[in-house]
């Protein structure tokens, strides 16, 4: 079975604080991609970072970073010095290379306060 | 900008009135995706076109529709809307690759009220 936890449901800080948004994922599939995207207020979904399997290589993109463990099948997202801007729900995902279908944790509300 | 674009943005309909949603893309992307996301939930996927290929979700009610007539367009019809029908809907795209998938782009939604 494929399933993606995102454990917490509500995160709040001030600006300017560091945050960490945990995502574990279940697969048996030996090639996948994993993906975190933004859900503004809007409601659009903002496509952040596509991962594959076979590459363990941690990313950095401005204020947001990525840690992607197979040993622990975690693939976290960080926010360094958060900005209003950036509260939103953001959910991590699990694509099957097979099947195309695109397999989303819970979300988590991430509320940034001044 | 290629993009995907969900018009209308917000749509009104009453109890089995039938509705329709469209989707449109200029990504040129061979696939295309619906889901739907209700409040405080993640999207689900209703289903899917792999080019002219439809693929349905076990568990999609009969009451949703979808017609594709040509790469850039792809419609949600619902025959006869109900109460818990009402959500927000989410077409996305993606294109293949070597025989695998890649990362679906979104476009902004319809939010569907049925009244």
């Known amino acids: 079975a494929q399933k993606v936890t995102q454990a917490q449901t509500e995160i709040s800080v001030v600006e300017k604080e560091d945050v960490t948004l945990d995502c574990v994922y279940e697969?048996?599939?030996?090639?996948?991609?994993l993906f975190w995207y933004k859900q503004p207020p809007s409601g659009e979904l903002v496509f952040l970072i596509r991962?594959?399997?076979?590459?363990?290589q941690n990313e950095i993109s401005g204020r947001y970073s990525w840690n992607f463990q197979k040993s622990t099948s975690s693939f976290n997202f960080t926010i360094t010095a958060s900005q209003v801007v950036d509260s939103a729900v953001y959910f991590c995902?699990?694509?099957?290379?097979?099947?195309?279908?695109?397999?989303f944790g819970q979300g988590t509300t991430l509320q940034v306060k001044p | 900008d290629a993009m995907v674009i969900q018009n209308p943005r917000y749509q009104v309909t009453q109890f089995g009135k039938p509705v329709t949603l469209s989707c449109s893309q200029t990504?040129?992307?061979?696939?295309m995706y619906w889901y739907q996301q209700k409040s405080s939930q993640a999207p689900k996927l209703l289903f899917h076109y792999y080019d002219k290929d439809f693929n349905n979700e076990a568990d999609t009610p009969d009451n949703f529709q979808s017609r594709r007539p040509n790469t850039s367009f792809c419609f949600l019809d619902i025959r006869s809307p109900g109460l818990g029908d009402a959500a927000m809907y989410l077409c996305?795209?993606?294109?293949?690759?070597?025989?695998?998938?890649?990362?679906?782009?979104f476009g902004p939604g319809t939010r569907l009220t049925v009244l």
């Open positions: 991962r594959n399997s076979f590459d363990e």
């Open positions: 990504l040129n992307h061979n696939v």
């Open positions: 996305a795209t993606s294109r293949t690759g070597t025989g695998s998938y890649n990362e679906q782009f």
């Open positions: 995902a699990l694509l099957s290379g097979n099947t195309g279908k695109l397999i």
């Open positions: 697969t048996r599939d030996t090639t996948y991609y």
